[in-house]
């Protein structure tokens, strides 16, 4: 029962880094949120986006550089499971801020996303952050380039939009399959991506998405019902 109760409340992830951290973290997000939002919604919406983006960068600087020495090894879990969560709470909020102008069909900028990564590589150079953390940059600019074909093909859009919708069905389904297809030793554990896994990465993508559908299509006929 004690099991139980810590997976389903999804402390099992705080305490003992067991579960799904995309779970775990929106309850404790939903739950700031309306506060969070408030201090969002009261900016000026010119400024609205430079304040996420700076929100994001001490919350990346602050959490992904401390490294305090804990003498408890349940302390030291703690912590290294806040960080890694936490770190990935500003995407959250930048999606917050943006989404009442995204309805409204407001365009930004693309200078806006050269803007943030030269900034980003500034505080980094400052704070001496170390060289891994400053890859995910890159995702700003291949953004970028995503956006730019998908504002010129329709279908691509219509898929995108859809992956959207069962997001969240989808990270969750591929997980599953991936675990499951690891207990019946489908794949050689150790192997990475590129080293002969194909076939299994490829299994996992299509079971996860038939299962993600089929996920959305049942929750979405109790919501109905």
Not at 110 to 117: G, V
Request: hydrophobic share 55%.
């Amino acid at each position: 029962m004690w099991d139980f109760l810590l997976n389903i409340s999804t402390l099992n992830y705080w305490v003992i880094h067991k579960g799904a951290w995309y779970v775990a973290l929106l309850l404790p997000l939903y739950f700031i949120t309306p506060f969070i939002g408030k201090l969002i919604d009261s900016i000026n919406k010119k400024l609205r986006f430079s304040f996420v983006v700076l929100f994001c960068i001490i919350i990346f600087v602050i959490t992904e550089n401390l490294h305090p020495n804990f003498s408890n090894d349940l302390l030291k879990d703690l912590w290294h499971n806040f960080t890694m969560a936490f770190s990935r709470t500003p995407i959250y909020f930048i999606g917050y801020a943006l989404a009442p102008l995204i309805s409204k069909g407001v365009k930004i900028s693309y200078l806006w996303c050269f803007i943030f990564p030269i900034v980003q590589v500034c505080f980094s150079n400052i704070l001496y952050i170390e060289e891994r953390q400053r890859y995910w940059l890159v995702a700003f600019f291949i953004l970028m380039i995503f956006c730019f074909i998908i504002s010129h093909i329709n279908k691509l859009n219509d898929v995108f939009k859809y992956m959207g919708i069962i997001s969240l069905e989808s990270y969750l389904a591929n997980v599953f399959v991936s675990y499951f297809l690891k207990e019946i030793q489908m794949i050689t554990s150790g192997k990475g991506l590129f080293i002969g896994n194909y076939f299994y990465y490829i299994l996992v993508i299509l079971l996860g998405m038939l299962l993600a559908i089929l996920t959305n299509k049942i929750t979405n006929y109790i919501l109905r019902k």
